[in-house]
């Protein structure tokens, strides 16, 4: 059984930092593309970052590009997403999810497994 399991999330004031981590169990992690989505408020869940199996390839949402950024430690079987000059925009529960290939997609039906999510806060 696939598990992933974000930690991290939080309260911040804006132009704060955050760091999430992601755990995966159940798979083997090393071989498949990692991704992170958020679903502010009343919206969609939408991309925001993805990662490829060997960490080779990045790709990020405009929105976010330049602050924040996605990194994996194979060894570890966990992904991160760390995200610095945080905007209250950036509020939402943010997800990380694990691609059924070796490269990261923006489409989120790319993306066979999914942890339940942590909240972030970001307070003007």
């Known amino acids: 059984q696939v598990q992933l399991v974000e930690s991290g999330g939080g309260l911040v004031q804006a132009g704060g930092s955050l760091r999430l981590s992601c755990a995966v169990s159940g798979r083997t992690f090393s071989n498949y593309a990692m991704g992170w989505f958020r679903q502010p408020p009343g919206k969609e869940r939408e991309f925001v970052a993805g990662?490829?199996?060997?960490?080779?390839?990045?790709t990020y949402a405009a929105s976010v590009k330049g602050r924040f950024t996605i990194s994996r430690d194979n060894a570890k079987n966990t992904v991160y997403l760390q995200m610095n000059s945080l905007k209250p925009e950036d509020t939402a529960v943010y997800y990380c999810?694990?691609?059924?290939?070796?490269?990261?997609?923006?489409?989120?039906?790319?993306?066979?497994?999914w942890g339940q999510g942590t909240q972030v806060t970001v307070s003007s």
């Open positions: 999810a694990a691609a059924g290939s070796r490269y990261p997609r923006a489409d989120r039906n790319e993306y066979a497994y």
């Open positions: 990662i490829s199996w060997s960490s080779s390839t990045t």
